[in-house]
Structures are given as structure tokens and as C-alpha cells.
């Protein structure tokens, strides 16, 4: 076994320099993700998702800290000093490191999990944390930890470190593009998790390919501590990681979404009234102020004599649900509530439950060529209204205004888009 | 009849210069995480030019050392090792001028790299054997955008700034070395 010199080397090892500074740099890329866009503080499930989305980066350079932190307990002189120069102490030697490397990626991944779901958790109300996101994060981390280990233990020299980077991140571009069928991009929803779940069939077979790429390379590993010519080893090596990274996508396995549809009407939070906007339990951090903003925004409207009582704009997640107005925001950015004045003049022209106007964007409308005309009229007459709300609202920003339109034509375009039809008078009143 | 360290070292500043000058050269588009947008594969010349770098660094603190005699040469050995840089990342910057991609700046890839190379420069002062890590974590940063224009540091790097960083880096690590060979040597 490992002599005990060995093992208080490994343990103490841990908390020097040589392990702290590669595990900060780790900790410094996988954080780093987080600031580059911050769409996902307000929502626990999508900030882990976006975490995990940091992997795609941060894991390749894992691989390669893992196999130099790992080289000084492969050398030759180690094994003397350690007693591990027989084969099972060997075998014990390389679990030992892979072990503490494993503690390395997982620690320093959670970390920066942590600290991005306590900013979500502090900043205000939010949603529920979807509990499979950190097994997918685990996913990336093992994977490269292995496969860092496994070159360590055929080549413990900072060039093999260097090209292990490389590699893991040549693995991760091709499992992004889908040219190989790996599960190593494991986070980045860009839409935010709103409306959508993570498949717990999708999550096994991600987990069970995975499970089997790690266990390839650690056997793998076990076989090159072992090995006492290094063209064994080197061959053990080539071949474990062409039957790894290569085997899955040879096998024709193709990995499922991650995630899908709940199919679920989502839990709403409303404010304002005439209109009411309504949003999901994780958006509702700008939901006063956007409120405030698209009241504002029916200034022009009302004095041309439009009515908004009983109207609701409805955030509608990743589905379309027939019966509620919608809200026409960027679902990813309300929690930021960044948005231009004509966005919310644009969210009150399109606010009526109208499946020619939405039903072909999100998916469930007809594909019929009236439909088509007619949702190519509608969104014309909508971009119409919104152009002269936005120019009575504010002079400074607005186009030339389309002389033929006046406060008369305004409600008869509002009527028109809120029951969902429009006449063939209106529509040559559209262009100029 | 040239030492190993010697073509180690050549063959990482000529391997990391034909890298650059193909990464730029070659139009192809890459996604990158934290972004819906592709980028220019010019966005690896930081890390492609950096690493080697840094890797070399021991070794061009070997070859500083081995045989020195004279402080005056291992200033022209380091002039030298100066130089072979500033080759790399001249021409680099002299092909980023004349190759345009949409949208990004190929001459900021080329002012990343060098920033790269100085902050790697700068942490060998403290420990040549963490160098080529801090290079690769920020070459890896390089590839990631801030907001509000979520540009990739890569492409956003102003020239001025790379050059100060990498002046900076390599006179620190030069005067590093040259006291090592001084205490190494003082005859």
C-alpha cells in the first residue's frame, strides 16, 4: 500500500501552494462565466445551469491543472520516497490522487455555485432550484478529472498538462457542436429555465454515459500505473481515450435534451391594473417597476380613447397557452428590466390571446398560407401601432409619424389586434 | 551542435508564432460559452501565444544560466530571448493589421496575447513553475465577453495596454534573472 510517508504527503500537499493557487485559477475561469452576463440572478435554477455553462471552459483547463498538480506524486522519486513502487500500492497511489483531484474540481465548482446562488437567494424573491442541475454539473468535472489523472500517470511533465488542455477543450468544442456525442456541455440555457425542466430520463443516460467514459479512463489509468514499459502505458493511454470520446458517438448514441417543456401554466405573480402584468415567481424582481413602465406606455393609448380594463399581459414561458394576453418582453431579461421605452409601447400592441399573431412563433399554430397572411398582416398593423405610440410617447426617439394615422385610426388598429383580425381597409392604412 | 534546451526553446517560439499566424489567418467561426454569437478562431491567439511562453520560461532561465560568465552575457541573451518576442508578436500584429474579420479587432488579439505573456512573465518572478497556469486561465478569460458589449476580452484588449503589460512583465523578469546569474556567478 501507500506508505504513510505517502499519504501525509498527499494530505499535506493539498494545503500548500502547489495545490491552492491552481485550485484559485480553477475557481477564477469557472466564476468568471457568471459576469459575463447576469440575465440569470433572479432564477436558482438557471443560475446553476449558467455555472454549469462555465464548465465548458473551465473543465478543459481542469483537466490540465489536475494532471500538473498530479505530476510530482507520479515521478519515479515519489514512488521511492511514498513505498508505492509495488502494484497494488501503484493502484492505491493513482485512486489517492484521482480522489484528491476529484475534491479539487468538485470543491471549486462548488464554490462558485455557491456564491451565485446566495446572490440569487439574496437579491430578492425568486423560483425553486431544480435539484438535477448538480448532478449535470458533476458530469464535466469527472470526466476531465480522469482523463488529467490518466496523463499524469503516463507522463507527469507540464507539456503533457499544457496539451491536456487542449485536448479538453477540443472535446468540449465537438461536444457543443454536436461532433461528438459527449456530456461535457452540461449548462447555458440561454432563455432562462422558466417554463422548463430537466428530463430525468435525459439525466441517466448523460449520468450513464458519462459514468462509463470515467470508468474507461480510470481503469485505464489503473493499468498505466501499473505498467512498467511506457509503450504500454502509452498505448493503454491512446486507446483508452479513442474508446471514450470516440465510442459513443461510433455507437450511434445520440444524448437527449437536457431539458423540456413542463407542459405546466406557470405559477404568476401580477401587478398593476388595466393592464396587469403578470410574471413567473422568478422574474418578479424589476415586475413594479416594468408595471409602472408599461402603464406609462398607455398614455397615447388611452387618450385615443383605448380602453384597458380586463386586459393582462401574461409571461408565457417556453409554451403558448390559449386564453391569456402576453407579455411581448425578453422572458431572460425581466429580472434585469432593461428594456427600451418602444419595447414596452410593443408589449401593449400585441396583448390579446391571438394564436395567428403568436401561435407560429412559439410553435402551435396553423401553417396554413391564410394564417400565414394573416399573421403577416397583424404583425404589420402591430409594428404600425406601436411606431405611433412610440412617437406620441416620446419626441425624441420617434420615426416620422404616417400622416394617415390619428387618434381614430389607433383605436380601430388596438380593436383590431386585440380580436385577432384585420380588415383589408385597415391593412392598406399599414403602409404609407 | 545546439543544447535540447536551445531547440526547446526555438521550437516553442517558432511553434507558437505558426499557431498565431494560423489562427488569424484562418476565417473559421467558433461558439463560445456565455454567448449566442460565434467568434473569429483569432480569438486563441492569447492563449496559443501565451502558453508556450510561459513553458519556455524555465528553460530560457536555464539557458540564461548555463555557461554564463559575464553579466554582459546574459543581457545579450536575454536581448535575444526579447527579441525572439517580439518577433512573434510584431509579426502577429503586422498579419492582424492586414487580415480583417467582421466585427472584431484582430490587432486587440494580438495586444491580449502580449498582456497574457506579461501577467505570465510577472508571476515567474514569484515562481516560473505556475507561470504557463496563470497563462492559460487568462487566455481562457480572454475568450469571454463583459457587459454591456459582451466583446470578448480578446477582442477589446486596446494595444497600448497589451504592450505596457508584456514591457512591464518582461523587464521584471529579466532583472530577475539577470541577479540570479549575477548571484549564480559573481565573478
Known amino acids: 500500500m501507500v506508505g504513510e510517508a505517502g499519504v501525509r504527503h498527499l494530505v499535506r500537499s493539498t494545503f500548500t501552494l502547489s495545490f491552492g493557487i491552481p485550485f484559485a485559477l480553477f475557481v477564477l475561469l469557472d466564476g468568471f462565466v457568471l459576469v459575463t452576463d447576469l440575465r440569470w440572478v433572479g432564477e436558482l435554477g438557471w443560475t446553476v445551469d449558467w455555472a454549469n455553462a462555465g464548465l465548458f471552459v473551465s473543465a478543459s483547463l481542469l483537466a490540465g491543472l489536475v494532471a500538473f498538480v498530479s505530476n510530482p506524486f507520479f515521478a519515479s522519486g515519489f514512488r521511492q520516497v511514498a513505498q508505492a513502487d509495488s502494484g497494488i500500492a501503484r493502484v492505491r497511489l493513482f485512486a489517492s490522487v484521482w480522489l484528491r483531484n476529484l475534491v479539487l474540481g468538485l470543491a471549486g465548482h462548488a464554490v462558485v455555485v455557491g456564491v451565485a446562488l446566495a446572490i440569487t437567494a439574496s437579491t430578492g424573491p425568486t423560483d425553486a432550484i431544480l435539484p438535477l442541475a448538480f448532478v449535470y454539473a458533476l458530469l464535466p468535472i469527472v470526466i476531465f478529472v480522469t482523463l488529467g489523472t490518466l496523463a499524469s500517470a503516463y507522463a507527469p511533465s507540464p507539456l503533457v498538462s499544457v496539451l491536456v488542455v487542449g485536448l479538453a477543450y477540443l472535446l468540449s468544442y465537438n461536444a457543443a457542436s454536436a461532433g461528438l456525442q459527449l456530456p461535457l456541455v452540461v449548462g447555458g440555457e440561454e432563455a432562462g429555465m422558466v417554463g422548463l425542466e430537466f428530463s430525468t430520463s435525459s439525466a441517466l443516460v448523460w449520468a450513464g454515459v458519462a459514468f462509463a467514459i470515467t470508468g474507461i479512463l480510470f481503469v485505464a489509468g489503473l493499468l498505466v500505473a501499473l505498467a512498467r514499459r511506457s509503450s504500454i502505458a502509452a498505448g493503454v493511454t491512446v486507446l483508452a481515450c479513442l474508446v471514450a470520446f470516440a465510442g459513443p458517438t461510433l455507437a450511434g448514441l445520440h444524448l437527449p435534451s437536457r431539458v423540456e417543456t413542463t407542459g405546466r401554466p406557470l405559477a404568476l405573480v401580477c401587478a398593476g391594473s388595466a393592464p396587469r402584468v403578470c410574471v413567473a415567481r422568478g422574474h418578479t424582481r424589476q415586475l413594479t417597476r416594468i408595471a409602472g413602465r408599461v402603464d406609462e406606455a398607455t398614455v397615447p393609448f388611452r387618450q385615443a380613447g383605448v380602453d384597458f380594463t380586463g386586459v393582462s399581459l401574461e409571461e408565457q414561458g417556453d409554451s403558448y397557452v390559449p386564453g391569456k394576453g402576453i407579455l411581448d418582453l425578453s422572458s431572460s431579461d425581466l429580472d434585469l428590466g432593461d428594456f427600451a421605452g418602444r419595447d414596452y409601447v410593443q408589449a401593449l400592441t400585441k396583448p390579446r390571446d391571438c394564436a395567428a399573431l403568436w401561435g407560429d412563433r412559439i410553435g402551435n399554430g396553423a401553417g396554413d398560407g391564410r394564417s400565414a397572411t394573416s399573421s403577416t398582416r397583424l404583425l404589420d398593423l402591430a409594428d404600425a401601432l406601436t411606431d405611433w405610440g412610440y412617437a406620441r410617447l416620446s419626441p425624441a426617439g420617434r420615426t416620422e409619424p404616417n400622416s394617415h394615422h390619428d387618434d381614430a385610426w389607433a383605436h380601430l388598429a388596438y380593436t383590431a389586434l386585440a380580436h385577432c383580425s384585420v380588415s383589408s381597409s385597415l391593412a392598406a392604412t399599414i403602409k404609407k | ?187
Open chain 2, 1 to 187: 551542435m545546439p543544447h535540447l534546451r536551445d531547440r526547446w526553446i526555438v521550437g516553442l517560439t517558432a511553434g507558437r508564432l505558426v499557431i498565431a499566424l494560423i489562427l488569424l489567418v484562418v476565417p473559421t467561426l467558433v461558439p463560445i460559452p456565455g454567448s449566442d454569437r460565434v467568434q473569429p478562431i483569432a480569438i486563441f491567439v492569447p492563449i496559443a501565444v501565451a502558453v508556450p511562453a510561459a513553458l519556455s520560461l524555465r528553460e530560457r532561465l536555464a539557458w540564461l544560466g548555463t555557461g554564463v560568465a559575464a553579466r554582459r552575457l546574459g543581457i545579450l541573451r536575454m536581448s535575444t530571448s526579447f527579441v525572439a518576442d517580439a518577433v512573434v508578436l510584431g509579426t502577429c500584429s503586422v498579419l492582424a493589421d492586414v487580415v480583417s474579420a467582421p466585427g472584431v479587432s484582430l490587432s486587440a488579439a494580438v495586444a491580449c496575447a502580449a498582456a497574457v505573456e506579461g501577467v505570465a512573465y510577472l508571476t515567474a518572478v514569484a515562481s516560473v513553475r505556475f507561470a504557463w497556469l496563470v497563462a492559460a486561465t487568462l487566455g481562457a478569460i480572454a475568450l469571454l465577453g463583459l457587459p454591456p458589449s459582451g466583446i470578448p476580452l480578446a477582442f477589446s484588449m486596446p494595444t497600448w495596454l497589451g504592450a505596457s503589460v508584456f514591457v512591464l512583465g518582461f523587464v521584471a523578469y529579466g532583472l530577475l534573472s539577470l541577479r540570479r546569474i549575477v548571484v549564480a556567478d559573481p565573478g
